[in-house]
């Protein structure tokens, strides 16, 4: 009698503590991300929270891709944040939690930080520079480092992304856009 009495409250229950984790494709920003301040951290041997804290930040002022950059924006480890929830990553870190589960704990708190995903790769020696948008020009030079200046036309950015295009192929060219 108890039995059935339990039964519908494990279907209730079961799905609310199954979408907590995160499944695959979820969150891949963060894994990434808090995963690059893992590695950060163990190299320089930080153990406390503050000195893990010191080097998320020391980590978030070296990225260059937007999406890790937004992603240290949620947490409050840039210098122009709203909010400060870098203890939510230090901490866990100091206890030595994988990044799957530092990002479970984020996701709760914040559900954008899930949301980030990276842009989508593209194959640059397939792709006619010229049919793409100004923005997506910009862009793959954001990502390589460069900037183009005193461009003012569309012209002017695919001359230089085909004059830098020899330069940035050895690099695997998956992340461009």
């Not at 153990?47 to 999406?67: H, L, M, R, V």
Request: with cysteine.
């Amino acid at each position: 009698m108890k039995l059935a009495a339990v039964l519908p409250l494990l279907f209730i229950a079961a799905p609310i503590a199954l979408g907590r984790s995160i499944r695959e494709g979820d969150c891949e920003v963060c894994l990434k991300t808090v995963q690059k301040f893992i590695d950060a951290a163990k190299k320089a041997n930080a153990k406390s929270p503050t000195k893990i804290e010191n080097i998320i930040e020391k980590e978030c002022a070296k990225f260059k891709d937007t999406k890790e950059t937004r992603l240290c924006y949620y947490l409050g480890a840039t210098p122009d944040a709203a909010t400060r929830m870098i203890q939510s990553v230090s901490k866990p870190m100091s206890f030595h939690l994988p990044a799957k589960k530092i990002c479970e704990k984020l996701k709760k708190k914040d559900a954008q930080i899930c949301q980030l995903r990276y842009d989508k790769p593209i194959n640059l020696e397939g792709v006619n520079l010229k049919k793409m948008r100004v923005k997506q020009l910009k862009n793959i030079l954001s990502k390589w480092g460069e900037k183009c200046t005193g461009c003012t036309e569309k012209r002017d950015y695919v001359k230089l992304v085909e004059s830098l295009k020899p330069k940035y192929a050895a690099k695997p060219a998956a992340d461009e856009l």
